[in-house]
Structures are given as structure tokens and as C-alpha cells.
């Protein structure tokens, strides 16, 4: 029997450093982000771990994490991992987005050319930006009947493909976390994303939204990039 090699587990950790940080010196925090991008790439053939700078797209975290991993457990030992190094000390979280991966129960029969696959395995394609999102439906939602809401996201979908250059990426989170979704988008031009965005406001399915605040602008950047931005 093959091993199983699914990682169904999502989780966008966005970290935000202390002042006290910028007031060691040169030389500790030199080897405090050593010992954090040795960390994370310690765990590189278990979790795929995708970095992104969030300086000066938001004012309350300065880089954030997307981690793909095989179970709740591989997620927990990065987390702790990373708590142990000289920088993690001086980490705070003040966003986390935990969900799973799985079809979905509208795209029976739908296939749109580099979105996520048919049976929900999320496949980051490497982007310049990567925009994050939790986002929960309302209760009526829930109540209408299957055929509706296949027609609402029939229209969603066809919104969405008039934006080719957006890839969404939607993860679940009923039960894990607090939210019903974590959506991502990937693209390279945050113009394309913010008309995206503006169409979907118009759609039949907005109404039926609850949350789906804060929003994140991220910037792919290499994990040492990421951690030498941040001074």
C-alpha cells in the first residue's frame, strides 16, 4: 500500500514582532532569525510552509505563514518549534486561521482552467500576493434549499471567471475554528483582485454573507526577507 501523502490541514499564521526586538542588537537578532527560518526548514518535508511579508499592507502583523500539512499535530510542532527559537520570543499571533481541505459540494460538473482541483487539494501556484480572508455565511443560507444555492454559485463562479488572473483557494473550518471558511486568492495584480471583489458585491450570494473581515494584503517573500523587514 502507497503512504498517504495528503495534507488536508490549513492554517495562515500571521505574526507580528515586540518593539524590544529592534532595541537588541545586531548580532542577536541576526542569530534569533538564523534559528527561526532553521526551524521552519527543519519541517519542510512534512509541512509545505509558504512566507509572506505584511509590512505596510497592515498596521497589526508583520508577516504571516501558510502551512499545508498532513495532520493537527504536524501543524502544533511547527508552532513550537518556532516558539523555541531567539525570534519566537519575541513573536505574538495575533491572527490564526485553522481549516481542512475537501470538494466541494457546488463544482459537481465545474472546472475552471487553475482553480483548486475537484476534490479540494489546495496547491499554492506562487504568486506575487496572496490575499486572506475568513468568511462565514448567514443562517438563512443554510436553509435554502439545494437548488438554489447551486444556482447563486452558479452565478457566483461565472463572476469569478471573468477574472482569470485570480486562483482561489477556499479551505473549511465548521467546527475547528470560528469561522465556516478561510479563503485565499493568489494573483499578480491586486487591480484584478479589488475588481473581483467589487463584481461580487452585486451577486445574488452577497446578501447571504456574514463575516468576512479582517483582509489581508500579503507579499510573497522569502521567509528571510520577511524577518530582516522587520528591522
Known sequence: MEPDTRKPFIRYSFFRVEPEWRRLDDGQRREGRAQLVEAVAELGSTIDVHSYSLVGTRADVDFMLWQIAPSLEALQGLAARIRTTGMGRYLTMPYSYLAVTRPSPYTKGHRHTGQTSRDGTITPRGDDYLFVYPFTKTHEWYQ???????????????????YPGIKVHTAYSFGIDDHDFVLGFE????????????????????????????????????????????G
Open 144 to 162: 435554502l434549499p439545494q437548488e438554489s444555492r447551486q444556482s447563486i454559485m452558479g452565478e457566483h463562479f461565472r463572476l469569478g471567471h471573468r
Open 187 to 230: 494573483g499578480n495584480d491586486p487591480e484584478e483582485f479589488v475588481r473581483l471583489v467589487m463584481g461580487l458585491r452585486h451577486s445574488r450570494a452577497r446578501p447571504y454573507t456574514l463575516i468576512d473581515t479582517p483582509i489581508f494584503t500579503c507579499v510573497s517573500t522569502p521567509l528571510e526577507k520577511c524577518l530582516t523587514n522587520l
